[in-house]
C-alpha cells in the first residue's frame, strides 16, 4: 500500500549547520505493512524551503503466507508424488522455504520464483507424516504451517483361501482376501492361465467368493489374483492349480471277449488267466479295479 496523501509522520528545529542528522521515528506501531513514499521537507531561517527526493519504503513485520496447493491435507499418496505448496509475501520476497517430517527433513524445491515449491514424497517418511512448512522472507520475518500426509508404499497383501493347490473339483468357485492398509476398497483382478477372467472391486479384509467364467472344458488351470490399492501400489498373489474334473472316466474293455469260452491256460493273452485288458479316457485317472462275479480280485493305479 502506497501512501497517496502526504502525512506529517516527524519533525524537529535544528539551529545548527548540520550536514547529517538522524530522524528517529517509530513507523512500526501505526503503520500496517506495504509499501510507503516519503521525503523532507526543510525550512531554513530565512523561509526558503526544500523538499528532497521521494523514496520507498517497505515495512514487512509478518512471515511468508504458506498453502498447500496439492494434495490437500491429510490426504493419502504413493511414495511418487509431487506435493505443491504456495508461498508468498505481502510486503516482500520469500527467501528461503524447508520443510520437517520428524527424523527427516530438507528444502522446498523451488518451481517459480518466490511463489511455487514443491516436495517429492519419496523423501518422505512411509505411513504417516507430520509435515512442517518453514519458509522465511527477506526481512528475515519466519511462519510455518503443520499438515498431515499418509505416504502408502504398500501393496495390498492377497491370500488365496480356496481351492487348495492342486485341487480336483467339479466346482469353477474361487475365494481369495485382499488387505491394504489405508484403501478401504480397490481393484482386483483374475487371471486364469494368464489371461484375465475378470476384474472386480474388493472390499478390504473380505473373502471374495467368484465363478471363473474362463472354465470351459475339463482341464488343469493355473489361477492368480493380482491387486492395485487406490494409489497404485500392485501386488501379484501366488499361482495355483485348479484341477476341473465333471466327466467320468469312459472304459473299454479289450479282452477277453465277452461269451466266448477260454481255458484257464489261455485266456486269449501270453500270460494267461491273470490278463486282462482295457483302455480308458481321463485326465484324471486315480484306480480301477477288477470285479468278477461282483468279487474284487485285484486292482491297479
Known sequence: VVSS???????????????????????????????????????DSAGWVSTSAQRTLVIDRYGPLINMTSPSNNSV????????????????????????????NGILTTVTANQNYS???GSLNSDLNLLQIFANDTPGNRNNLNYTIYVDDKAPVITLNSPANATITTSKKINFTATDNYSPTFSCSVYLNSVLDQTLTVTNNSANQLTLSSITSDNNY??????????????????????????????T??????VAPYNTNNINANSGLSEFNYSYSELHLDTCL??????????SN
Open 5 to 43: 496523501v502526504p502525512q506529517l509522520i516527524g519533525s524537529e528545529t535544528l539551529t545548527n549547520n548540520v550536514s547529517n542528522h538522524n530522524l528517529t521515528v517509530n513507523l512500526s506501531v501505526a503503520a500496517t505493512d506495504g509499501s510507503y513514499q516519503w521525503y523532507l521537507n526543510c525550512t
Open 119 to 121: 516436495l517429492n514424497s
Open 77 to 104: 499418496i504413493n511414495n511418487n508424488t509431487n506435493l505443491y505448496f504456495y508461498i508468498s509475501d505481502q510486503a516482500s520476497t520469500v527467501s528461503s522455504a524447508w520443510w520437517i517430517a520428524t527424523p527427516k
Open 290 to 299: 477288477l470285479y468278477v462275479n461282483n468279487i474284487l480280485k485285484n486292482g
Open 222 to 251: 493355473n489361477w492368480s489374483v493380482q491387486c492395485t490399492d487406490n494409489v497404485g501400489n500392485p501386488s501379484l498373489s501366488e499361482t495355483r492349480i485348479l484341477i476341473y474334473d465333471t466327466i467320468a472316466p469312459v472304459i
Open 253 to 258: 474293455l479289450n479282452y477277453p471277449s465277452n
